[in-house]
């Protein structure tokens, strides 16, 4: 494996130590810009070769740049390296009220507004000590689990894109999603950017034929997953592409933080939707899907059974949904001022545990707002995942991980 | 789960004279910290993920406080003999100035048991010189891009850490954006309409009309 430096790395070697942040210019600084394939001097393996791909390539979901060294075909090393879209998020959040911040948090995971709004929402709930209304939580199960479906749409889609198998089934997808995105765009106004959430509640209430359309759309959305998987799951190329690939051990996702489906692929049962009960969830009756092995058709199928059981946590809430105001009268959302104190707030976003810590001061803005991006940590685990694969399947894999470069990048 | 205080005596009974301090939160959300000591901060943590009652085996949240040094003025009242003989309740300001320091937060969880957070803490001596916290990554691999992001956004360093350079800046960039003390570089894009704090920036760059400059550089 390739550890060492190249000599040749310009702008590393004689840069002067004359401050503590020298570590800044380590040795194992990123590999240089420029040409995008160099050979890589080791005598002792045969050639390897380090093969830049991204930040603008089709695979990688977005501005995502992966340094992968190669050996023949098998990837010996790989470095992910982001920031291209990095908009310092989190300044921003302290340089805004906590209001303010709301319409932000749907710019992270873009593809999954409505998640972090009520991650958000609860983050700043926990540290204000206020509730959200009865009708409000289920409103939130509604919205949140419709969100999870669509976002899993969207990952099974790209997945299939990155078979191979251009577009097809993930205009499949995209036009299941086009429907969800309709009926959000009838309650919020828009058709991702939702800015829906409130603390205390929500900001408009579903009519009554929003909600009969929604349970329409639901009731009809196991006949095509049916019809979806009944194309894509026992595919020979679909099984002889993902099974086995980019392995993933219980232990080491523990260790590293992977949080949602990835981790759950593995066999870690492990749902904040169960651990914590937040909101009204023990009131449904769901099941959580567990792996086996780990692999990449593992990831896929965690997607496919949760969808599954998205559905059905809908259809309890449809027929539950009691009525009452949409959010408390008494809520504070505007000025608000919550007491000096701190709190991190958590739940399962599609992609994994997606949480905010808010530190607050006293003033109308939060000292320290903090995100925490599932997306971001499940990627410490891509080289892992790759290693011993062939650049083909390290696409595969990073599709199988679902990605926001949103989110990552912040 | 235990309370935080039942933390901290399990680990002062496996670490005696270990730094263990109970930071209470004094929000509704009630989540206390516990500071720990450089010294032993990874000894614990490796305890804290590995004692059985415990299991902290995920750490799901690591990020950095910024807490610069700030004058604290504190009134207090004192008794003054007048010339009559009698003694008057006179107000008295002594201004104080906290150091600032740069601190670490790390939520941990178990999966094991499905308890938690419970919260950690490492602060660093001071936010130019000190700034170095022994790193967690060693114990939670989780770390290891959360650390490189508070390393690059807050500028603390963190020994042991296996690949500690930028991970959201470009490597050649040398402050450290979150710092609440952050000036970010005057640099201007010409603007058609500049308004507010974007005229403020303007008039820094463009000679005002009418100006000599502008006369020489213009027709």
Redesign the interface.
Known sequence: MQNEPTSSAP?LAGTPANS??D????P???PQQGASVREVNDPFHGDLLEVSMGPHHPSTHGVFRMVATLDGEIIVKLKPV??YL?R?H??LGENTTYLASMPYTDRLDYLAGMTNNWAYALAVE????QVATERAEYVRVIVGEMMRIVNHCCLVGFLFNDLGTSFTPLLYAFREREKFLDLFEELTGTRMMYNYQRFGGCRVDPTPEWLAKAKALIDGFPRFLDEYEQFLTGNEIMLARTQGVGRLSPE?A??????GPVLRATG?G?DIRK?DGYGVYPRFDFRVPIGDHGDTYDRYMMRILEMRESVKILQQAFRDLPAGPIIDPKAKNRGLR???????G?IEGPKG?I?F?L??DGSTNP??Y?V?PPS??N???LEDMCLGHSVADAVVILGSIDIVLGEV?? | MQSIEQIRDLIVARFPGAEVTVIQNPGPAAQHSLLLGHAQARDIALFLRDEPSLKLDFCSNATGVDWPEKEIVETTKVKVAQPDGTEKLVEQKTKRLQPGYLEAVYHLYSMALKHGPVVIRLRTGNRTDAVSLPSLTPVWRSCEFQEREIFDLFGIVFEGHPDLRRILMWDEFKDHPMRKDYVEPDDYEWEPTPHDAVLTKAKGHYPAPGSTANAEGGM
């Open positions: 702008g503590s942040f570590i800044l210019h380590s194992l600084g990123s982001f920031g990095h310092n989190e300044k926990k540290l204000s000590g080491l523990i260790n590293a933080g992977i949080t870690v492990y651990v919550p007491k000096a104190g701190e709190a991190y958590r545990e949480g810590y530190i607050s000292y320290r903090r925490r971001f940590i990627l410490t685990v990048d912040r």
